[in-house]
């Protein structure tokens, strides 16, 4: 007997106990369904902003629909899309929209600051949409050209003294082309590349870069001591090559053949002021007789003078008429006769 009634007890509480957890689960899940409820009713009434840290637009002006995901009650939705954040207007431009800020234009704009909710970043970083070629890129391109092209034959370096900005191209640039040349430079010891940018066939800029230039320079050095009067030979001068600032002169040429003026030391530049042509031995003395002779097309006039001066050939002495005892200025020539300078 006392065993049945044992069983029965047990049975009892089994019951209890199922009973129990059924409650309980359904306390749980009313309570969830609340909480459920409850968020739906807050996101109808209000609206939820994402920000992402990092956004790109293609045109420049801001509104908050533009960089951040809304959601929750449509109207609120809409709104709050519309709301301008800013401008870019410079090249190159980012503007910094914190949470703050973008709330500040909410309540502004009659949403109430307890109907918004902020998820994602703290701040978003807002840049255009833009392709920028690099001052690097636009240097590198203009020396590749000007070793193409050189200004001279002569030139043996440049180096840019002068390099462009970068150059942006708002949205994305097509088919984007360059088109470099030489432009005048009155500095002998630069040169100017422009460089045109191109898109779609359209000129969309210019950029400039300056270099400067070295040229290959030939210069004469001496050897050896050289005395004055001693003629300038291979034996006693050595021709060098080297960068200068400035190019060769056109007409250069080694000075074999002529003479030092003065006494030159050896490991010495040879400069124009220091040598000279040898002399022509001097062909009329002064008190010589000479003939002064004027020969034009049609006529032939020859008349005896007396010189003044010694003379070279190819100089002008003065010399007296013998018939009319007038002094004139002759220039003298090869063959040792005299044309009056008129």
């Avoid at 360059?178 to 009155?186: A, G, I």
Wanted: proline share 6%; aromatic share 4%.
């Amino acid at each position: 007997m006392s065993k049945k009634k044992s069983t029965r007890t047990q049975g009892h509480k089994s019951i209890r106990t199922l009973i129990t957890c059924t409650l309980m689960i359904y306390a749980i899940f009313c309570q969830g369904s609340a909480n459920i409820k409850a968020d739906n009713t807050k996101k109808d009434s209000g609206i939820q902003v994402y920000l992402p840290r990092e956004v790109t637009i293609k045109d420049s002006n801001l509104s908050l629909g533009r960089v951040s995901i809304i959601r929750g009650q449509e109207s609120l939705v809409a709104k709050a899309s519309e709301i301008a954040l800013g401008r870019l207007s410079v090249p190159g431009q980012k503007i910094v929209i914190d949470r703050a800020m973008v709330l500040s234009r909410l309540v502004c704009n009659g949403i109430p600051a307890s109907k918004v909710t902020f998820t994602g970043a703290e701040k978003i970083t807002v840049r255009k949409q833009e392709q920028i070629i690099r001052s690097s890129e636009l240097v590198k391109l203009a020396s590749s050209f000007l070793e193409k092209n050189p200004p001279a034959v002569s030139v043996c370096e440049f180096n840019p003294i002068r390099k462009p900005k970068d150059f942006i191209i708002t949205g994305t640039g097509k088919d984007i082309r360059f088109s470099p040349r030489l432009v005048q430079n009155r500095a002998r010891n630069q040169a100017r590349v422009e460089i045109t940018i191109l898109s779609g066939g359209k000129k969309i800029g210019v950029r400039e870069v300056i270099f400067r230039l070295k040229y290959n320079f030939r210069q004469a050095v001496t050897k050896v001591n050289i005395p004055t009067g001693a003629i300038i030979s291979p034996e006693n001068v050595k021709i060098e090559k080297r960068a200068s600032n400035n190019p060769e002169p056109a007409d250069w040429k080694p000075p074999y053949g002529l003479i030092a003026k003065r006494q030159i030391p050896a490991n010495t530049v040879l400069r124009p002021n220091i040598l000279g042509p040898v002399m022509s031995p001097i062909i009329t003395k002064r008190n010589q007789k000479v003939l002064i002779r004027i020969d034009r097309p049609g006529f032939l006039i020859t008349v005896f003078g007396k010189a003044m001066q010694d003379g070279r050939a190819g100089e002008y002495i003065k010399v007296r008429n013998v018939d009319s005892q007038r002094i004139i200025l002759v220039k003298i020539k090869e063959d040792g006769s005299v044309e009056p300078v008129f």
